[in-house]
């Protein structure tokens, strides 16, 4: 259930759901997933299903991370991705093999902690870990080509969005009423330029750190 077959099976599933970048394919082909799981559900990690982690959190379904770095990268090579909430540092992972740099952050320290192990253990070095309050993002190493959010708002955060760089992406959840949608947020020379996609589950954005 973690052989690299499974993990052509969970990419033959996601070009099936419409996932079309083939460099998001091809990392997700071959990233093991399943080390960033707790290893009593390893057997599950290459299922469309997201995954608890401990303290409230989840890892997102691997359609979810697909779509979502899909739709970060639009095509286009990354250079510099700012991702809020690390995780368990899967999502982070798919961004580092696909960008040249990745800052990353994360509310809880505990997961931060994790996150490194696993991070450590897939054999990525260009990932930044920050243990802080995601609204506020990195100004000082801003502006980055792509903001990916993996927990929900209930507005796009203004100190993210003026941390993105011109015809940069922000993807991130936001809550509307009881249901939550992916959103778009594009910096344009007019300037920004909002798109709701998929309906998605996402834990909330809390503020301050833990």
Excluded: W
């Excluded at 390893?42 to 997201?50: C, G, I, K, L, P």
């Excluded at 009423?177 to 959103?183: D, E, M, P, S, V």
């Amino acid at each position: 259930m973690t052989s690299p077959r499974t993990r052509l099976r969970m990419v033959g599933r996601l070009r099936g759901q419409g996932i079309r970048d083939e460099t998001v394919l091809a990392v997700m082909g071959e990233l093991p997933r399943h080390i960033f799981v707790d290893e009593a559900l390893a057997s599950r990690a290459y299922e469309d299903m997201s995954l608890p982690l401990g303290f409230g959190q989840t890892i997102s379904s691997p359609h979810t991370v697909a779509r979502m770095t899909e739709l970060a990268r639009n095509g286009r090579a990354l250079t510099k991705v700012l991702e809020i909430g690390t995780g368990c540092g899967y999502q982070t992972a798919v961004l580092a093999r696909i960008a040249r740099q990745v800052y990353s952050m994360e509310r809880i320290a505990a997961l931060i902690r994790k996150a490194r192990k696993h991070l450590r253990d897939a054999g990525i070095a260009n990932v930044h870990l920050r243990h802080g309050d995601g609204h506020v993002g990195m100004p000082e190493v801003a502006p980055f080509d792509a903001i990916v959010m993996t927990a929900a708002a209930t507005s796009v955060p203004k100190a993210l969005a003026g941390q993105l760089d011109r015809g940069g992406r922000m993807i991130l959840p936001m809550a509307s009423g009881n249901a939550q949608y992916l959103y778009v947020i594009e910096r344009t020379d007019n300037g920004l330029v909002e798109r709701r996609m998929d309906p998605v589950v996402f834990v909330p954005l809390l503020p301050g750190v833990g």
